[in-house]
């Protein structure tokens, strides 16, 4: 997901970074919609989860200091 959000929640920017296909890329995200129940389309709950996946990468990056 940090992925995604740091390629502006674009797909074929996402696969290229992950050297995955498209098509795999949205596969994945709709399993984690499934997983999580949420709607990544729905503009609140994305930016909940962008925010999230934000702070916890600042979390794990003042861990590792």
């Known amino acids: 997901m940090h992925t995604f ?3 502006n929640r674009n797909y074929k920017q996402t696969a290229e970074a992950l ?3 498209p098509k795999t890329i949205r ?3 709709n399993k984690v919609e499934e997983l999580l ?3 990544l389309t729905n503009p609140i ?3 909940n989860y962008e925010i ?3 702070l916890l ?3 794990r990056s ?3 200091e």
Do not use: E
């Open 19 to 21: 050297f995955l296909h």
């Open 45 to 47: 709950q994305l930016v």
């Open 27 to 29: 596969y994945r995200l």
């Open 37 to 39: 129940k949420i709607d």
């Open 62 to 64: 003042s861990a590792d």
């Open 5 to 7: 959000f740091k390629a």
């Open 52 to 54: 999230g996946t934000y």
């Open 57 to 59: 990468s600042m979390k």
